[in-house]
């Protein structure tokens, strides 16, 4: 009974702490966000890049009315995902090698690519500098 105590114990702490992990993961994303992405990137508007609110679940190259994705991109039927939008992160260039983001996107570090992943799935309204 001792040992079942200890491991229900160990396993409630593990699960209160993964939302503050997640939001501390979220928080250095954003950081990581306002000196990488904002300057072409928002969630509400398109600015150089497309906008990435409700990034995820959607089609690579389908917000309508952004017309700069390449055609790489445009005809890659990837959905986005975590899991897409890190190998994404990581390596542009195998997904979409005429992508502007080849130059200014790459994430080559795991662990940052999660967090910049975590912040991108607050679409953190706060972070929104649209042209006028």
């Known amino acids: 009974m001792r040992i079942l105590s200890v491991v229900t114990f160990a ?5 209160a702490y ?31 890049g497309p906008r990435l609110g409700g990034l995820f679940g959607r089609n690579a190259g389908g917000v309508e009315d952004y017309g700069f994705y ?4 445009k005809n890659s039927d990837i ?12 390596d542009p260039g195998k997904i979409a090698p005429q992508s502007v983001m080849i130059i200014y996107g790459k994430v080559e570090d795991p662990p940052l690519r999660r967090k910049l992943i975590a ?11 649209c042209p006028q």
Do not use: M
């Open 79 to 90: 959905v986005w995902s975590e899991e897409t939008v890190d190998a994404w992160l990581e």
């Open 119 to 129: 912040f991108l799935k607050t679409e953190d309204p706060t972070i929104n500098i």
């Open 18 to 48: 993964l939302p503050e992990a997640y939001a501390d993961d979220a928080s250095e994303g954003r950081d990581l966000f306002i000196r990488q992405c904002i300057g072409c990137h928002a969630f509400a508007c398109n600015k150089q």
């Open 70 to 73: 390449s055609e790489g991109l």
């Open 11 to 15: 396993f409630v702490s593990l699960v």
